[in-house]
């Protein structure tokens, strides 16, 4: 049985639909990720999940049983908003203590839990300052003890760093990643950061235009991408124009525009003549130089228009005819080496058969 | 540049300087010498006299007027009623500007300078006319009277005036200082983040919760400057005392008025004005501490 089940929930804003038809599936234990452009209703699905929107049709389910009747205040979940919300007037003691209080809890045990709570998110020589005396990461740390003191069923996180600096988002990742393990609390995730979401979760929800696009774990909607939307939206990925001329069990056989006949593993639902892309991941695409006195036979061949050095990689775009380009990523693991090529540079780019894959228009 | 910006700089401080210094600092000396002076024989101060057998001229300063006042209980009574009047009026002007306050704050943007403008309006119509107003509303003949006496009628009660009572001179105290708990509440109710109450209510806050462990608390600003809007004015007020008041029902603006414009005891009169501008500095210094002590936080 999943924690949480969303059955086929629908939202509108006037002719607006924000959530349109979603159901999913979340286990106890989880870091779930909701991810998506702004203005996807990944936001809007939070709140419905929250207690804050009703959905217009459909059903939230906690342990098998509807709780769309249930108001906020009397769901066993906790939301950490994006921008922390933390009480001006309270303390941080005062702020983490907060849902203990509501709770009915004795004041000795409410100080008894803030203590403790506080020493875990190394915070206690902050315990009597003000939200407003404190860092970015630090109301941060306080937003995510003050959700989960209380022990939550769920936690709700609304793009949680986006706040924070890129730096300081890095650290926090693991250490939200640590005390999710920790606290053995599940975790849904909003955000519009695709490596955030590929960083954190176990598993993800892409969605766009308020539909579920796929749901897997990060592998598998990085390397596995189901449409041409999932494809661009996570990651860097190359984008060609093709037709299928050929399909057997084993192969597609495209035909791309400029690099001529390619074999890609098959995939269902694809008839010859279909028009789409062919889509490649830039660190898939190998580039070796090609010697222009020996014949390319049959070679795939381009030139090398401009590269993007940014420290630990570099991005050389290949020109295959005007106005088409290919991307490839190489790794600068030899030290002291900014390029492995010139601008200008004739070179031979192939990639692994199954590197490669196929969206129909 | 140094010098043109210093110049500058005085050039716009100067002219408010001036004015206050004249018109302020100058006036209130007057005052306190005043207050230590004797009145003359037929109003305004004594002339100084010089005592031949000592050949010493009086310097004219007495504390006679102070012993006056403290040795009267009366005048100490009307100082405390009139903290009593302004602290009840201070108290229902929050009663009744909060939920309003609320109301507009919550309202959507596009009304909400409409009903501050409703709020304001009877700015517009002068102040002395709308407490006439009053008197009629309160009068004998009135309806408001005719319907409240006929309903103590049924009850078995006696018929009450409600002009020239305590009772009037609240309602015309609640009515004319309203606009002033208002104002500064829904400044400060317009700028909560509402995200607040979603967090507090997210964390398991009911709507009484809500509304006290984070509107409240966060709403002490606008409710104390509001309070000292309301309370400064009212203990100095003297005119709806005189409208709508009974004989009984004088405060220390009266008090005052009566000194200088009444009796023509100068001297008296000052040292009323000290007293209360001793007074409303209190509860300055009053309102400013419980706001420092109660809200550590912006």
């Known amino acids: 049985m999943s924690l949480i089940e969303i059955r086929n929930v629908t939202k509108r804003f006037g002719s607006f639909v924000a959530v349109d038809d979603v159901s999913l599936k979340i286990e106890a234990g989880e870091f779930f990720t909701l991810l998506g452009p702004s203005g996807c209703g990944k936001t809007t699905l939070l709140r419905m999940i929250a207690g804050f929107d009703a959905p217009d049709a459909g059903q939230i389910l906690l342990d098998n049983e509807d709780i769309i009747s249930v108001p906020p205040e009397k769901r066993p979940f906790h939301t950490v908003f994006q921008s922390y919300a933390l009480f001006p007037h309270m303390t941080v003691a005062g702020n983490i203590g907060f849902p203990l209080k509501m709770a009915g809890k004795s004041p000795e045990k409410i100080e008894q839990r803030v203590t403790r709570t506080l020493a875990e998110v190394e915070l206690t020589q902050f315990s009597d300052r003000y939200p407003h005396e404190l860092s970015g990461g630090q109301k941060q740390r306080v937003a995510f003890a003050r959700g989960l003191i209380n022990e939550p069923r769920l936690l709700l996180l609304d793009e949680p760093l986006g706040a924070l600096d890129e730096k300081l988002r890095e650290s926090m990742q693991r250490e939200l990643i640590n005390l999710q393990a920790d606290a053995g609390v599940t975790f849904i995730y909003v955000t519009h950061a695709q490596n955030e979401a590929l960083a954190l979760s176990h598993r993800i929800a892409v969605m766009n235009r308020g539909r579920i696009e796929q749901v897997d774990t990060s592998a598998t909607i990085y390397n596995f991408p189901v449409n041409r939307f999932v494809a661009d939206f996570i990651g860097k990925i190359n984008l060609l124009g093709a037709q299928v001329i050929a399909v057997s069990t084993q192969h597609l056989t495209l035909n791309v525009s400029h690099l001529g006949e390619i074999r890609i593993p098959s995939k269902a639902s694809v008839n010859v003549n279909d028009k789409g892309v062919m889509a490649i991941r830039p660190e898939q695409v190998n580039i070796t130089a090609l010697d222009p006195h020996t014949p390319n036979d049959g070679k795939r061949v381009g030139r090398i228009r401009d590269f993007l050095y940014i420290g630990d990689v570099t991005t050389y775009i290949i020109e295959l005819a005007d106005q088409i380009h290919i991307e490839a990523l190489l790794a600068n693991s030899v030290p002291g080496q900014a390029q492995l090529f010139e601008i200008g540079d004739p070179v031979a780019i192939n990639w692994q058969e199954n590197a490669a894959h196929f969206f129909p228009d | ?298």
Request: charged content about 10%; glycine content about 6%; hydrophobic content about 55%.
């Open chain 2, 1 to 298: 540049m140094q010098l043109s910006n210093r110049l500058i700089k005085w050039l716009i401080s100067g002219p408010p300087l001036v004015f206050l210094l004249i018109f302020f600092v100058a006036p209130s000396l007057i005052m306190i010498v005043t207050s230590f002076r004797l009145p003359g024989e037929f109003g305004g101060l004594a002339p100084l006299t010089i005592f031949s057998e000592h050949t010493s001229i009086d310097s004219g300063l007495t504390l006679e007027t102070y012993q006056f006042f403290l040795s009267d209980w009366i005048y100490l009574e009307i100082f405390l009623k009139s903290f009593f009047i302004a602290t009840l009026t201070t108290i229902i002007c929050i009663a009744m500007a909060y939920p309003l306050a609320l109301l507009i704050a919550n309202s959507p943007r596009k009304f909400r300078n409409l009903m501050i403008m409703l709020v304001v309006l009877p700015f517009a119509s002068n102040f002395l006319i709308r407490v006439y107003a009053w008197m009629i509303i309160l009068g004998p003949e009135s309806t408001l009277s005719h319907v409240i006496n006929h309903i103590l009628g049924v009850l078995g009660l006696e018929p009450v005036t409600l002009l020239f009572s305590p009772f009037a001179v609240l309602i015309g105290m609640v009515y004319v200082h309203l606009p002033f708990m208002i104002l500064p509440l829904y400044t400060n109710l317009e700028k909560h983040d509402p995200i607040l109450l979603d967090a507090a209510q997210d964390l398991g806050a009911n709507r009484w919760q809500q509304f006290w462990c984070v509107t409240w608390p966060l709403s002490l600003p606008g409710i104390f400057s509001g309070s000292a809007l309301v309370f400064i004015p009212v203990l100095g007020m003297f005119a709806i005392p005189d409208i709508l008041g009974g004989t009984g029902d004088i405060m220390i603006g009266n008090l005052i008025k009566d000194q200088f414009l009444g009796t023509r005891d100068w001297p008296f009169g000052s040292t009323l004005s000290i007293m209360l501008t001793i007074a409303v500095l209190g509860a300055t210094v009053f309102f400013t501490w419980l706001a420092r002590s109660v809200m550590r936080s912006p």
